[in-house]
């Protein structure tokens, strides 16, 4: 969810969102009787604690600037988390770089526990399961022959993108979940928000850990 | 053949000292502590208004305001449309800024301070005027202490303007986020201010 305070700005919609609403509970006392402001005041906080909710169910789409890299090498942005090694990830990564000059950055987004958590930027623990993921990763993709670069990222991965591609200009986006019953980031649509927020190519990497692990072969 | 970027995770092997704070992206430090107070300031408001309220709902005198008070609607409500133009100016002080238009941020914090300071001169003046004080029954009480604890709210948020402003004249801000969160901060202090106010207004003088 994007932080409805983050900036002046957003403050400032704020103030012209309640100012707006502050005349018409006005007008209509004025008109008519108190009760009827009361009423709408009533109406108002109902339909903004509507909209609070279904915003905090996601990331509200919007268009990222995307800039491109101009050296001559293929630029492959992986967001991924738990799956960042899953044996399905490592294989597409390599199948997305094979014979071209690629720069690979792998951002792994560091999930908070809580949504408390979320917001109060408590995000310590999650940063170091995190990092611990990242650095298996990195190693795996080592392992195939390929270096890339790491970055922990916000725990929103839509977020995670979008601050990624302000440093490094990708020229595809590939994102790794659970498969479709047990991914929360399928569940809450980040793939659909990030191919409309996004005009990249994005490939999405169902990876099941439970499959690719040891005991189950 | 592919190449690479360099692999992270160890740059900080030979690093001393305690660990580097971790910056998120979603917020920087500055911008969450304001928040924070902000949330500790609701929760303020959120008492006097409950006072308020349990005065208005549950003692319900016949009118409201309850006999022999009157408040001055009208005088009240051009108050309010200044501290709210004050947003709007507010606001264009910051986005000057982020266009590097160093005189536009002077001129929109200065007459953000000169709004906020009429405010408050208004406020004071319909103190004086009112013809009842904080000692006249439950409602004066709770009428002067909610305009008044919103108006040591503006007071703060003039205090903070003025360094604000101080600092602009003396150019120490620029374009960059991080570069003017000495008015971003106070700005975002300031629209709380207002939206406090419009509350406060709908809900003492107008419902």
Known sequence: M???????????????????????IIALTLLTRPVFGVILTAALLGFGAGVAYRSARGTLPRDLDISRG???????LVIANETVVGGALIEEIRNRTRGRQSAILVVTPALTASRAAHWASDVDEAMELARQRLEL??????????????????????????????GFPADEIVISTHPPE???????GVVERAREQVDLPITHV??????ESPASR | MESATVAVGHADEHHHGPPEAHDSSRIDRQTLGILLFIVSEIMLFGAFFAAYFFLRVVVDPPTWPPEPFELPVAIAGMNTAILVSSSFTMHYALEAIRKGNHAGLKLGLVVTWLLGATFLFIQINEYVNIGFSARDYGFGSIFYGLTGLHGAHVFVGLAL????????????????????????????????????WIIVYVSVYIL
Request: charged content about 25%.
């Open chain 1, 2 to 24: 994007h932080n409805p305070l983050r900036s002046e700005a957003d403050a400032f919609r704020w103030v012209v969102i309640i100012g707006a609403g502050a005349i018409a």
């Open chain 1, 70 to 76: 101009g050296d001559g090498r293929h630029r492959l």
């Open chain 1, 137 to 166: 990763s990195l190693i795996e993709i080592e392992r195939q022959g390929l270096k890339a670069r790491g970055e922990i990222g916000d725990s929103d991965p839509n977020v995670a993108i979008e601050d990624a591609l302000g």
């Open chain 1, 182 to 188: 047990r991914s929360r980031w399928l569940e809450q």
């Open chain 1, 206 to 211: 169902v990876v099941d850990l439970s499959a």
């Open chain 2, 161 to 196: 303007l003025t360094f604000a402003t101080i600092r602009a004249f003396r150019g120490h801000f620029g374009p960059a986020a991080k570069d003017h969160l000495g008015v971003e901060v106070p700005g975002i202090y300031w629209h709380f201010v207002d939206v406090m």
